[in-house]
Nanobody, 117 residues
Framework: QVQLVESGGGLVQAGGSLRLSCTASIRIFSISHMAWYRQAPGKQRELVARITEGGRTNYEDSVKGRFTISRDNAKNTVYLQMNSLKPEDTGVYYC???????????WGQGTQVTVSS
């Protein structure tokens, strides 16, 4: 069973930065495409950023130029560096695998990010 453990969230003022981490117990992590999702209060979970096994990245328009996704295959960990945070970035952030545009079946507990104005 896949286990995903997210960490690094917190309360930050607008314009601040946070670095999220996600450790995944996936035997084939090094060849898995990984992604970060977020769920804002009262909204559906949305894809924020993704990274291929080779390090190619893709971002949702509202975070382009502010967020950076990266991975360390030796540590089975994917990161999300978030800069210039805005109140609309507030939400619970989750990582997961992504395949053909769909997330994997298991979710972790997520990590709360709150950006105050």
């Amino acid at each position: 069973q896949v286990q995903l453990v997210e960490s690094g969230g917190g309360l930050v003022q607008a314009g601040g930065s946070l670095r999220l981490s996600c450790t995944a117990s996936i035997r084939i992590f090094s060849i898995s495409h990984m992604a970060w999702y977020r769920q804002a209060p009262g909204k559906q979970r949305e894809l924020v950023a993704r990274i291929t096994e080779g390090g190619r990245t893709n971002y949702e328009d509202s975070v382009k130029g502010r967020f950076t996704i990266s991975r360390d295959n030796a540590k089975n960990t994917v990161y999300l560096q978030m800069n210039s945070l805005k109140p609309e970035d507030t939400g619970v952030y989750y990582c997961n695998t992504i395949f053909l545009g769909r997330p994997g079946g298991s979710w972790g507990q997520g990590t709360q990010v709150t950006v105050s104005s």
